[in-house]
T-cell receptor
Framework: KAGVTQTPRYLIKTRGQQVTLSCSPI?????VSWYQQTPGQGLQFLFE???????NKGNFPGRFSGRQFSNSRSEMNVSTLELGDSALYLC???????????FGQGTRLTVV | SQQGEEDPQALSIQEGENATMNCSYK?????LQWYRQNSGRGLVHLIL?????REKHSGRLRVTLDTSKKSSSLLITASRAADTASYFC?????????????FGQGTRLTINP
C-alpha cells in the first residue's frame, strides 16, 4: 500500500508570492490533516479535511487555506508569503480524525 | 498552549542505555500516541495506548499511561544509534466540535556510539 505522498519536497519562494502544496493520502483514508513545523513553534495544526469538508482549523491567518478533492487528495495554499512561513509542512492521513496518523515526508518551504 | 508537553526537551545517552521520555497532557483522552521523527522527515507512528490501558509494549518500546496524573512515558531499552530522532506524544483535542490530534514539542534523543 503506497504511503502518503507530498509534493514538492522542497520549494523556494520570495515574499509576496503564493504557493500550493499537494498531499495524496493513503488509499481509503478520508481524513487529511496539515501541520506546520518550525524550530521555535514545534508542530502546529493547520486544518483537517474529511470527505471534502474542512472539519477543523488551527489558529492561522486567512492566508492559509486548503481543500480536499473527491479522491481525498488535498492541497494547501499560502498566499502573500512572509519570511515566517518558512517551515516544514507535513500532511497526515488517517481513517478518522484523531486516530493513528500516517505522515508524508513533508514539503520544506523556504521564503526569501 | 499544547495539549501534550514532553520532558526532557533533549536527552543524550550512550548506546546500549535505556532512554525515558515523559509526556503530560491537560484534558481527558481516549488514547495517547507516540511518534518518532528523523531529522527533517515525516513522523512515524510508534505506538497507541488507550485510556483504559496502563502499559503497552512493542519490541524495545514500552509505554505507560497514568490517567490520574495525565501523564505518559516512553521507554526505549537497549538504545541504538538508529534511535537518534525526535519523539512526540500526541493526544486528541476536541476543538469546535471536531477531534484533532495535538502534538507536544517533542524530545530530541541523541544516542552516542
Amino acid at each position: 500500500k503506497a504511503g502518503v505522498t507530498q509534493t514538492p519536497r522542497y520549494l523556494i519562494k520570495t515574499r509576496g508570492q503564493q504557493v500550493t502544496l499537494s498531499c495524496s493520502p493513503i488509499s481509503g483514508h478520508r481524513s487529511v490533516s496539515w501541520y506546520q513545523q518550525t524550530p521555535g513553534q514545534g508542530l502546529q495544526f493547520l486544518f483537517e479535511y474529511f470527505s471534502e469538508t474542512q472539519r477543523n482549523k488551527g489558529n492561522f491567518p486567512g492566508r492559509f487555506s486548503g481543500r480536499q478533492f473527491s479522491n481525498s487528495r488535498s492541497e494547501m495554499n499560502v498566499s502573500t508569503l512572509e519570511l515566517g512561513d518558512s517551515a516544514l509542512y507535513l500532511c497526515a492521513s488517517s481513517l478518522m480524525a484523531a486516530g493513528k496518523a500516517f505522515f508524508g515526508q513533508g514539503t520544506r518551504l523556504t521564503v526569501v | 498552549s499544547q495539549q501534550g508537553e514532553e520532558d526532557p526537551q533533549a536527552l543524550s545517552i550512550q548506546e546500549g542505555e535505556n532512554a525515558t521520555m515523559n509526556c503530560s497532557y491537560k484534558t481527558s483522552i481516549n488514547n495517547l500516541q507516540w511518534y518518532r521523527q528523523n531529522s527533517g522527515r515525516g513522523l512515524v507512528h510508534l505506538i497507541l495506548i488507550r485510556s483504559n490501558e496502563r502499559e503497552k509494549h512493542s519490541g524495545r518500546l514500552r509505554v505507560t499511561l497514568d490517567t490520574s496524573k495525565k501523564s505518559s512515558s516512553l521507554l526505549i531499552t537497549a538504545s541504538r544509534a538508529a534511535d537518534t530522532a525526535s519523539y512526540f506524544c500526541a493526544t486528541e483535542a476536541l476543538i469546535q466540535g471536531a477531534q484533532k490530534l495535538v502534538f507536544g514539542q517533542g524530545t530530541r534523543l541523541t544516542i552516542n556510539p
